[in-house]
């Protein structure tokens, strides 16, 4: 360091200055004590930064409170955010797990409140007045819904697979095609989860196909159960044949062995003719227990819905690590205020926001991309441009038997900004909004905004453009 900056650095105040600052005293007022303090040092340090890399305040105006107040506050704030935010989802993949999967109906809120904020019959029999169980409250809805005989309800779809292997074959084997022993979303893989439940993998058949008769040659009298996994996130084509899981249910009736179906996603309402079977449909076709996502397609929290015979489940439902993975009451309290809306088959493509995003006609996105063209169209740096494209959505969440949804996209390029620096000023704006690059601009997709939304964005883009053009030319000019 010079001597000259050295001398710079001897009007920087010390923290007692500046707590002591009538001004700055009454900006933090509002903050807890201890989270002023840091945020104090956090903008000292910042100046300190500055100086040291040659863009801090000027001599003159280092000692002055006007500096640092609104960094303090600034800092302070930070400090007091929550971790876990609200994001503006403008990727259009509907059920987006890095950004929370199912956004849920207001109005699933008002039963869960009065759950959250008072005491609850969660493990209470009413009318006994005894010791009651948690699983009883969503089985009743869920074999309504499902046709199935049993349900229960765990932590995740994860949860679910990991219990009812380890309840149902335990030091046993588990016989699985070759072809469907995936990984989903690097910490789910089937064969890893297969070992920390204590069961014994049996792999049948080949990568791209397998034959009932594979499963059938492999049975012994170790065989506990024949499983079938979902492909969920990816697709084999070509060459290919896996078993029916009708097929696969009539051998496990032969031989008396249980078939476990990890359907994934699983839907409880068909969301087009060429959409995913429901878990109704697919129970029919005989599996003695089917496991799915609560915020897949079904649209609700996260959980893991174990639908099938009351045999099987009753074994899972005794299991020790059954208490490992349970839900807790506010998880059935959203769940159960979910499946409610699925009694109502005509509305609940309204009311379950995921089926309603999944299923919105192309015009009406094209109507909202149209609006926010116009929004930020009269207001982005010249050089910008915004067009109107056709795209796809996704449904996402490992439903990949949903085929692409046509949607329109926003596209946007902005002259001098490449599109990744946009994209990191919006992740930076608050709400933080997410969206996709693509052929170098940013596109968005309105499929997965929200009405109050639209407005939101544009305001984003045009206030992240002008400022970081105007961030660009005052670097030129340096
Ligand atoms: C998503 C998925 C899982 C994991 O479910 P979570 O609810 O995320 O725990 C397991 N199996 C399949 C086939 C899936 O698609």
New binding site residues.
Partial sequence: MSKDQSAHFRHIPSVERLLSDPSIEEAIRPFPRAVAVEAVREALDEVREELRRGCGPSEGDLPLADTYRGRIVAAAERRLRPSLRRVVNATGIVIH?NLGRAPLAEDHFDRAREVAVRYSNLEFDLEEGVRGSRYTHAERLLRELTGAEAALVAN????A?LVSLHALAFGKEVIVSRGEL?E??GS?RLPEIMSASGARLVEVGTTNRTRVEDYRRAITPETALLMK?????FRLEGYTSDVPPSELAALGAERGIPVLY????GAFARTGPDGEPTAREELARGPAVLTM????LLGSV?A?IILGREEELGRIRRSPMMRAVRVDKLTIALLEATLFQYLDPERVFERVPVLRLISRPPHAIRQDAERLREKVLARLPAGANAEIVEGESEAG??AIGQPPIPTFLLALSFGGIAPDEMAAGLRAFDPPVIVRVKSDRVVVDPRTLFPEEIDLVADAIVRVAVFLRERASAGEKE
């Fill in positions: 797990t995740n779809n994860a949860a697979v995936i989903i979303g789910f996994v979902h492909l969920s996130n990890d359907l994934g996603s996502s609560g915020d897949k996260q893991g969440g490992g």
